[in-house]
């Protein structure tokens, strides 16, 4: 008989758009970046919540009432978590929603909401994901108020995705029969990594059967 190894490694990435340089991968084209005060009196905050700069919708006329803004970003990976800074302050506030899809954005699942005047303030909230939901697009959505003053804001997006990377074999490629003995390396990029594990599946073969175990 002889030996097969199988190698994959799971990891576990944080991505954070501050929006400081440009938006950090997501695809809009009604949200604006900003630095300081929004122009609306009233509405919107003075600042970023962290650096320069952060997103918002500028709801002056003629975007109200009900008109829709929105952002997406695919990351390609499992989403676990996602936290960020809101900014709701206006008396004519309207309804932000954070959505998730699993099938490439074709549809999409609310996965938090508010609405209404929340002061001059920025907020913090994390939104866990249920992993089995395999959501990899998240989605921004603000649909405008009343009148002009409900410009709403975000900042400091953090988004934790966990996948499978593939490892570098030398000597024996992965997924090869060797002998006992033989010598086997794995080498990877940490690329960011905030943590991660490596499960190495030793399968053993004979003519009628392979039996496989893993590490992990």
């Known amino acids: 008989f002889a030996f097969m190894v199988i190698a994959t490694m799971g990891m576990v990435q944080a991505d954070v758009s501050s929006f400081e340089s440009d938006f950090d991968g997501w695809t809009t084209s ?13 509405s919107g905050p003075s600042s970023a919540y962290t650096g320069s700069y952060y997103v918002f919708a500028e709801t002056s006329g003629p975007n109200f009432p009900g008109i829709e803004f929105s952002m997406y970003r695919d990351y390609s990976s499992d989403i676990t978590s996602v936290s960020f800074q809101y900014h709701m302050y206006g008396e004519t506030m309207g309804n932000v929603q954070l959505q998730g899809s699993s099938d490439g954005g074709s549809t999409y699942t609310t996965l938090w909401s508010k609405s209404g005047d929340y002061g001059n303030s920025w907020y913090s909230t994390t939104v866990p994901l249920d992993s089995s939901n395999e959501y990899q697009v998240l989605k ?13 804001a975000l900042d400091n997006v953090d988004v934790i995705v966990t996948g499978v990377k593939d490892i570098i074999v030398t000597g024996p490629s ?20 905030s943590s ?5 599946y030793v399968c053993t073969s004979t003519s009628s ?6 590490n992990s």
């Open 209 to 214: 059967s392979t039996t496989c175990s893993s």
């Open 196 to 200: 991660s594990y490596v499960a190495i």
């Open 140 to 152: 921004f959505n603000y649909t405008s108020g009343s009148s002009y003053t409900g410009d709403f």
């Open 30 to 42: 009604t949200f604006l970046r900003n630095s300081g005060s929004t122009p609306t009196s009233g």
């Open 174 to 193: 992965s997924g090869s029969n060797y002998d006992v003995g033989d010598s086997l390396t794995m080498t990877w990029t940490s690329e960011q990594l």
